[in-house]
Nanobody, 122 residues
Framework: QVHLVESGGGLVQAGGSLRLSCAAS????????VGWFRQAPGKERESVAV????????DYRDSVSGRFIISRDNAKSTVDLQMSSLKPEDTAVYYC???????????????WGLGTQVTVSS
């Protein structure tokens, strides 16, 4: 079993920055990929960024590429998401998930955190 806990959400003005962190514990040896996903009210869950557990490969959805950076801290067993130039449309609950396959398809992930709210005001 893998346990994931997100932190770092909050309220920020458009153009601002936030850093989210996902702390993993338990059977982390079973993790191959960690992804950040988000879900806004009334919308389907969507990918934001994914990274291999080794930190060697990343992928981003087009709308956040160049603004968000996903990274892996091996010493802390965390995966961070640095978000810059935030827009109101980035407002959502952000979830961290772990899985075995390098994909942006959220249904392929096995373990999920409870999420953290990110609100961007205009």
């Amino acid at each position: 079993q893998v346990h994931l806990v997100e932190s770092g959400g909050g309220l920020v003005q458009a153009g601002g920055s936030l850093r989210l962190s996902c702390a993993a514990s338990g059977r982390t040896s079973s993790i191959s990929v960690v992804g950040w996903f988000r879900q806004a009210p009334g919308k389907e869950r969507e990918s934001v960024a994914v990274i291999t557990w080794t930190g060697t490969r990343t992928d981003y959805r087009d709308s956040v590429s160049g603004r968000f950076i996903i990274s892996r801290d091996n010493a802390k067993s965390t995966v961070d998401l640095q978000m810059s130039s935030l827009k109101p449309e980035d407002t959502a609950v952000y979830y961290c998930a772990a899985g075995r396959f390098f994909t942006q398809e959220w249904k392929m992930y096995d373990y999920w955190g409870l999420g953290t709210q990110v609100t961007v005001s205009s």
